[in-house]
């Protein structure tokens, strides 16, 4: 067998891996959903626990809870019975993985767990396990085989634990009513934060760097007024201000072309009218939809009153660097 036909197999197991617990999904899940969303709303959090791979796996289920609004901690199950219990209270949530059920320090963790007044969820593939037994909840992870020659290092099952995790977190997410700017939050910094968090008014051009010219000017002088302003297109407004077109380099070559006297025409001659805009108060990852969405080189942003105040030019969309 190649090193690709082995890569194939492995991806082929642990694909049957995920459809077989995707397969034994069950009310429990709707119930783990549920404890999970009233622990977080009377100010519980989350505690994952497990050992050795089912260990590494809780930490990045607990870093996506965590980044979605969902507190929650990664509790060592050695180290909880020398002092790390302090981070237990009544109310939390304990999310328990263990694929056998069985592990040692797991198991030699819940009487103390239990002492408090919580709940217990178990992620495991033997729902007849002693941690299963002593769990409020039970979720079935079982998976056919390893993906290890030898059906003995943990591969599919761990794959299949970290995808019922992320369904987990991602049901809790939705019943929490948890939205966009809330993500923003706790993703402040990089490219995800800057596009979430920036509001149009922050990226655009502004003062002398946003040509506007009334309807009645000629051609000739608007052009003029694009070229200060250094821009490839000016808002055009109306006698009250009001934004009512746009006139850019491609509608003064289009016209020029049919029309030696254009210069001399006012700009409502050769104005686009009803011009894609925004609100200087929208998020600039809504200018970014508007772009990809339209095949537009400038983005006019508009007060409440409907007045240009701004422009989003795409090219300095990457030096922003939330693309």
Known sequence: MSHLDQARKVFDIEIAALKAVRAQLDAAFTEA?????????????????????SGHIGQKICATLTSTGSTSVVLHS???????????????????????????????????????????????????????????????????????????APTASTTAMLALGDALAMAVLRARGFKQQDYARYHPSGAI????????????????????????LCIKDALLVMTQAKAGS???????????????????RRHMAADANLLSKPLRAAMTRNPVCIREDA????????FDQRNIDDLIVVNARHQPVGLVDSQDLPKLKFM
């Open 33 to 53: 959903v549920d404890v999970i969303v009233r622990a977080l709303r009377a100010r519980g959090k989350i505690i994952v626990v497990g050992i050795g791979k």
């Open 234 to 252: 000016l808002s055009v407004v109306d006698a009250r201000g009001k934004l009512v077109g746009v006139f850019t380099d491609g509608d003064f």
């Open 78 to 152: 050695v180290d909880a019975l020398h002092g790390d219990l302090g981070v237990v209270n009544d109310g939390d949530v304990i999310l328990a993985l263990s694929y056998s059920g069985e592990s040692e320090e797991l198991l030699n963790l819940l009487p103390a767990l239990k002492r408090f007044s919580v709940k217990i969820i178990a992620l495991t593939g033997s729902p007849r396990s002693s941690l299963a037994c002593h769990s409020d909840v039970v979720l079935k992870a079982r998976v056919p085989k390893e993906a290890c020659p030898f059906n003995l």
């Open 193 to 216: 934060g800057r596009a979430m968090l920036l509001r149009v008014s922050d990226i655009m051009r502004a003062g002398n760097r946003n040509p506007v010219a009334p309807e009645d």
């Open 283 to 290: 998020l600039a990852m809504e200018a970014l939809k508007i």
